[in-house]
């Protein structure tokens, strides 16, 4: 693009045409106090703070709306841009309540930040001011709209970015007011993030209310694990207790959102907690409750009654990459072989790395001009990742077809069909959307994780790869073949080898060890009469089923590694203490190999971080990812008719965290299941 050279406060830039006078100041470093811009929002121009005095022009121009123009000169603190946002500041107050001291934006509230730096100390306004209802848009959105200052950002993020355009500013002048058209409820899953872009305290979070205040929270840098896209948050806790969960920056993976799962399942970790060990009792056939030692002492006895592959080990979706390589050598050490971390029932091969990851990269959905969606629902499996699709769709008109369940994913697209033959049918096409593939030089496949979750998830595998080595996805600089995968635990997993050497029947083994495992696929197969000994943080599926519970940790109670669905690896600290006698994972499995003789060799993270990247060096590379080099994978074969499926039927329900959420078990009743009185109004 075209550059030009604009002097802003004496000091000269040069920026590309198109850049309004805000941002280049920015580029220079000066602040220009704003409320209704935001950078990833089209501009508003409502909110008139960011006025500044641009030489020729008659008045005060807003700058977030004017584009910067060749030798333009523009001042940002003459004596008539103070007079002019002193102004601004005093009409905006007219008809704001003085809620300050209850209001739970307070300390975090660009208003008060900035009426501070640039309003008056004094009101000369003693008329009455005006009120609006307050509107009840769901579980999770406190509304208090007399505090609104009509600034749009809710409006625009719900037209814009989630693609549910529910908000919307009614009436004119002094009469104007943000609210539904319908009273109904704010149905995404993006619905959070209006909170955090709301510059007062009109929408606030309505279970976060009268908790805390901002200057009361210890703030911990942490991984999400609801998904596989590794979203980076912040865990802000008081006294030992988790209160908030909010989103970190991260361009290459969340930018600066946060789905609803991630944001308000964080009450889940103070509900159905298992915090002390379990053993059962042979005689009543009930779980009583253990000492550390008399737990470690029956598993030890446990583990060499059944020796080698008559035990079985699975790692279950939310378990941290040094706990299942602590339970790796533990098995190793044991001669049990088999190791499964594909909880789901996934067939796929793993042979190559860039068989089972997300190779363009999340951020890479940036560059892509065309994509095919095969066996998956990126807006519930990876709603950040569908922010980028729908960007992609809706604002550079990029086309999208899906294969598999059909589904609203807030964008238009193409849907070619339910199962993977309506994908063979694609390959042996020359028209149509292949056609707009074979054409497009940075297409792009996202197979999702439901794909493989069937009998001939290797055959799916291999027609996945057929098409992008079809449809010209692999070029020197760009990989258009992508795996989403929904598990946290997963890419980690698979990358260290929790995998069995030769596939074995769990029904078959004597004695079977669950780390972090509830699902229905596992549990289901397990022999009545087989020992099980439960490893996790929640009293859920497995804990039922076990034998032997040992507590473990959540994943804000233990630092520990993922790995995301790119195959990143990212490091979340930990936050709080686990309750009760729980302990980190890894410690529980260090303490329990020395019960069994086989003592493992590492005494703290660090010693276990060492032995970690040492046999798998990607673990080194913290935040970035590794090379993953193209080579055969996948099994040719019969594909089946039957329609491809997703791994998550609930978007807030999808593991032991979320279904103990009081918030998110509210939620799926109000906009999943229709109990929400005024959606049923609303329809």
């Not at 005095?53 to 523009?74: Q, T």
């Given at each position: ?9 004496d ?10 006078i805000?941002?280049a100041?920015?580029?220079?470093g000066?602040?220009?106090p ?31 709306c ?9 001042r940002?603190?003459?004596?008539k841009?103070?007079?002019s946002?002193?102004?601004v ?13 209850i ?11 900035q ?12 008329e ?9 848009v769901?579980?999770l959105?406190?509304?208090?709209m ?15 970015i989630?693609?549910?355009p ?5 009436n004119?002048g002094?009469?104007a ?6 009273e109904t409820a ?19 979070s ?36 988790v ?6 920056l ?42 550390w ?5 029956a ?24 706990s ?10 044991m ?11 996934a ?13 363009s ?7 892509a ?6 066996g ?18 809706v ?10 369940k ?14 993977p ?6 390959l042996q ?10 054409d497009?030089?940075?297409?792009m ?8 979750a ?10 996945a ?10 070029k020197?600089e760009?990989n ?7 598990a ?9 080898g929790?995998?069995?050497e ?6 078959e ?38 034998d ?13 590694i ?10 979340a600290?930990?936050?709080v203490?686990?309750?009760g006698?729980?302990r980190e ?13 086989r003592t ?47 791994p998550v039927?609930?978007?807030?329900l999808t593991n ?28």
């Amino acid at each position: 693009m075209p550059k030009l050279t604009i002097t802003i406060n004496d000091s000269e830039i040069e920026v590309e045409a198109g850049t309004s006078i805000l941002e280049a100041a920015k580029q220079l470093g000066i602040e220009i106090p704003h409320f209704c811009y935001h950078d990833r929002l089209s501009p508003a121009g409502n909110c008139r703070m960011c006025l500044v005095e641009l030489e020729g022009a008659p008045k005060p121009v807003a700058s977030c709306c004017m584009n910067a123009g060749d030798k333009m000169v523009v001042r940002t603190n003459s004596e008539k841009v103070k007079k002019s946002r002193n102004g601004v500041m005093e009409l905006m107050l007219v008809n704001h309540p003085l809620d300050c001291p209850i209001c739970d934006q307070g300390g975090e509230c660009d208003l008060q930040d900035q009426a501070v730096a640039y309003g008056y100390d004094r009101s000369r306004y003693h008329e009455s001011k005006r009120a609006v209802p307050n509107k009840d848009v769901g579980p999770l959105i406190k509304t208090i709209m007399t505090r609104c200052i009509n600034c749009t950002r809710c409006v625009r993020f719900g037209e814009e970015i989630a693609g549910t355009p529910v908000l919307g500013q009614m009436n004119r002048g002094e009469d104007a007011e943000i609210g539904t058209f319908i009273e109904t409820a704010v149905s995404t899953e993006l619905s959070g993030n209006l909170i955090d872009i709301c510059p007062v305290g009109a929408l606030t979070s309505r279970p976060f209310a009268f908790t805390a205040r901002p200057w009361e929270l210890e703030h911990t840098k942490s991984v999400d694990v609801h998904d596989g896209l590794g979203v980076n948050i912040r865990v802000d806790s008081r006294a030992g207790e988790v209160m908030r969960v909010q989103p970190r920056l991260n361009e290459n993976i969340n930018q600066e959102w946060l789905d609803d799962r991630a944001r308000f399942s964080c009450d889940g970790l103070k509900h159905k907690r298992l915090d002390r060990p379990y053993v059962r009792n042979t005689e009543t056939g009930k779980l009583e409750p253990a000492s550390w030692e008399e737990a470690f002492t029956a598993a030890a006895e446990k583990l060499k009654t059944f020796k080698g592959d008559n035990i079985a080990a699975f790692a279950g979706d939310l378990a941290d990459v040094e706990s299942m390589i602590a339970l790796k050598d533990l098995m190793h050490d044991m001669k049990c072989s088999n190791l499964e971390c594909r909880v789901d029932g996934a067939r796929f091969d793993t042979s190559s790395r860039a068989g089972y990851v997300f190779n363009s990269s999340i951020a890479g959905v940036d560059r892509a001009d065309a994509v095919l969606i095969v066996g998956s629902n990126p807006r519930w499996e990876a709603a950040l990742l569908n922010t980028r699709l729908r960007a992609a769709a809706v604002k550079r008109h990029v086309p999208v077809a899906l294969i598999g369940k059909k589904v609203d994913l807030s964008y238009p697209y193409e849907y070619l069909g339910e199962g993977p033959r309506d994908l063979e049918k694609l390959l042996q096409s020359k028209s149509g959307f292949a056609k707009v593939l074979q054409d497009a030089n940075t297409p792009m496949i996202i197979v999702g994780a439901g794909a493989f979750a069937r009998e001939d998830g290797e055959a799916v595998q291999a027609l996945a790869r057929c098409a992008a080595e079809t449809f010209g996805m692999l070029k020197e600089e760009w990989n258009g073949f992508n795996v989403l995968h929904h598990a946290a635990s997963r890419v980690g997993a698979i990358e260290i080898g929790f995998l069995p050497e030769k596939p074995f029947k769990t029904e078959e083994a004597g004695l079977v060890y669950l780390l972090n495992v509830d699902t229905p696929e596992v549990l289901g197969d397990i022999h009545p009469h087989s020992c099980v000994i439960y490893q996790g943080h929640h009293g859920d599926k497995g804990a039922a089923r076990a034998d032997i519970i040992f507590p473990g940790a959540a994943y804000t109670e233990k630092s520990g590694i993922y790995m995301n669905t790119e195959g990143r690896p990212q490091m979340a600290l930990k936050a709080v203490d686990p309750p009760g006698e729980a302990r980190e994972d890894w410690k529980i499995l260090r303490a329990l190999s020395g019960y069994c003789k086989r003592t493992l060799r590492y005494d703290d993270l660090a010693q276990l971080h060492k032995r970690l990247v040492a046999e798998f060096p990607q673990f080194d590379l913290m935040d970035e990812v590794a090379v993953a080099f193209w080579e055969g994978f996948g099994k040719a074969g019969e594909v089946s008719a039957a329609p491809f499926k997703s791994p998550v039927e609930d978007f807030y329900l999808t593991n032991v965290i979320t279904t103990s959420s009081p918030t998110m078990q509210e939620c799926s009743k109000a906009f999943l299941h229709k109990e929400d009185p005024l959606a049923e109004a609303a329809e």
